[in-house]
């Protein structure tokens, strides 16, 4: 016991020995350090109080910068063209219309593109090729000769 407290510490039997040093080095009686601490374990209560609060104001700014995020995407969305099927058969359309006006000498891809783009209309990068094939293997709409497609013309029955 006298190696935990040190040469010239003498314990009685029964008494309780409370000599706590402080930072400094020097004894501090039992009553200024549980005052101190009471004062420290305030003082740290008062920070968790500040900090929630700080806390509830942070996820209340988030929580709007969400909403507003979210309703941003929304108009957002209300605003964007309608893109899938109608653009698709719009440019359909097109390629027929321009296939029968070229009907005679037949029409390239490039050409295509090219009256798409004059008229200004919304075209993919495969565009007109995807279309082509389309009508060529599935609706058997058109006939390709070396790069130029020509439309079939439909026996009607």
């Known amino acids: 016991m006298d190696e935990l407290l040190g040469e010239g510490s003498a314990v009685g039997e029964g008494e309780i020995l409370v000599d706590i040093s402080s930072p400094l080095g020097h004894s501090v ?93 919304s075209i993919p990068r495969n565009f007109p090729y995807a279309i082509l094939h389309k009508f060529k293997t599935r609706t058997e709409e058109v006939r390709d000769e070396g790069g130029r497609y020509f439309p079939i013309e439909k026996a009607s029955d």
């Open 29 to 121: 009686d039992a009553m200024s350090l549980l005052a101190e601490l009471e004062a420290k374990v305030e003082h740290y209560q008062e920070r968790v109080v500040y900090y929630k609060a700080k806390l509830r104001v942070w996820e209340s700014a988030l929580r709007a910068a969400r909403e507003e995020v979210m309703a941003s995407a929304r108009r957002d969305v209300k605003k964007q063209p309608a893109v899938g099927p109608r653009k698709g058969v719009a440019n359909r359309a097109f390629v027929r219309e321009m296939l029968k006006a070229h009907a005679a000498a037949g029409v390239t891809p490039k050409q295509l593109r090219q009256l798409a783009e004059e008229r200004q209309l």
